[in-house]
T-cell receptor, first 112, second 112 residues
Framework: DAGVIQSPRHEVTEMGQEVTLRCKPI?????LFWYRQTMMRGLELLIY????????DSGMPEDRFSAKMPNASFSTLKIQPSEPRDSAVYFC??????????FGPGTRLLVL | GEDVEQSLFLSVREGDSSVINCTYT??????LYWYKQEPGAGLQLLTY?????DMKQDQRLTVLLNKKDKHLSLRIADTQTGDSAIYFC????????????FGAGTRLAVHP
C-alpha cells in the first residue's frame, strides 16, 4: 500500500502566483481531508470530501482557496493569488468511512 | 466549541517513561487519538481509544482515558531517542462525519 501521496513536497513561489497542491488518497478510501499546519494555528481542517463531494468547507480561509476532487483517486487544493501568510505545511488525509485518518507527507509551501 | 489542550514540551531521559497529557471538551467524542509527527514528515497514527474504554495498551504504549474529567494520557515505556517527535492528541467530534480536532502538539525530547 503506497499510502497517501502528495505533490509537490516543497513549493516556493512569489506572492500573487497561483499554487496547486495535489493529493492521491489511499485506494478504496472514500473520504479525503485537506489540513493546514502552521506554528501559530496548529493543524486546521480546511475541507472534507466524501465520495468526491465537498461536505464541509467551513475551514477554507477565503475565496482565494479552492479544492476539487474530480475522481476518487485525485484531489487538488488551489490558492490564487497566493500571499505570504499562506506559507504553511498542507496535509492531505484519507479514510474509509468513519475509520482512522491516514495522512500524507505534506507539501511545504513558502510564499515570498 | 471543541477544544483540545496539551502541554507543549516534555523532556525525558532515555529509558524512562514519558507521559503526555491532553484534555478535550466534547463529551460526545466517540474516539480519541494519538498521532506522532517526526521532523519533516506527516502525522502517523500511533493509537486510538474508544470512548467507552478507560485503558488501552499496545506494546510500549498505554493510553488512559478519564471520561469524567475529559482527560487523555499517553504513556511511553522505556522511551528511546527514536521516540523524539511531536505528539498530537485529537478528538473525533460528532457532526455527520469523524471530524478530528487536534491539540497543539507536545514536543518530546529524549536525552541520554
Amino acid at each position: 500500500d503506497a499510502g497517501v501521496i502528495q505533490s509537490p513536497r516543497h513549493e516556493v513561489t512569489e506572492m500573487g502566483q497561483e499554487v496547486t497542491l495535489r493529493c492521491k488518497p489511499i485506494s478504496g478510501h472514500n473520504s479525503l481531508f485537506w489540513y493546514r499546519q502552521t506554528m501559530m494555528r496548529g493543524l486546521e481542517l480546511l475541507i472534507y470530501f466524501n465520495n468526491n463531494v465537498p461536505i464541509d468547507d467551513s475551514g477554507m480561509p477565503e475565496d482565494r482557496f479552492s479544492a476539487k476532487m474530480p475522481n476518487a483517486s485525485f484531489s487538488t487544493l488551489k490558492i490564487q493569488p497566493s500571499e505570504p501568510r499562506d506559507s504553511a505545511v498542507y496535509f492531505c488525509a484519507s479514510t474509509q468511512g468513519a475509520e482512522t485518518q491516514y495522512f500524507g507527507p505534506g507539501t511545504r509551501l513558502l510564499v515570498l | 466549541g471543541e477544544d483540545v489542550e496539551q502541554s507543549l514540551f516534555l523532556s525525558v531521559r532515555e529509558g524512562d517513561s514519558s507521559v503526555i497529557n491532553c484534555t478535550y471538551t466534547d463529551s460526545s467524542s466517540t474516539y480519541l487519538y494519538w498521532y506522532k509527527q517526526e521532523p519533516g514528515a506527516g502525522l502517523q497514527l500511533l493509537t486510538y481509544i474508544f470512548s467507552n474504554m478507560d485503558m488501552k495498551q499496545d506494546q510500549r504504549l498505554t493510553v488512559l482515558l478519564n471520561k469524567k474529567d475529559k482527560h487523555l494520557s499517553l504513556r511511553i515505556a522505556d522511551t528511546q531517542t527514536g521516540d523524539s517527535a511531536i505528539y498530537f492528541c485529537a478528538e473525533g467530534v460528532s457532526g455527520g462525519y469523524n471530524k478530528l480536532i487536534f491539540g497543539a502538539g507536545t514536543r518530546l525530547a529524549v536525552h541520554p
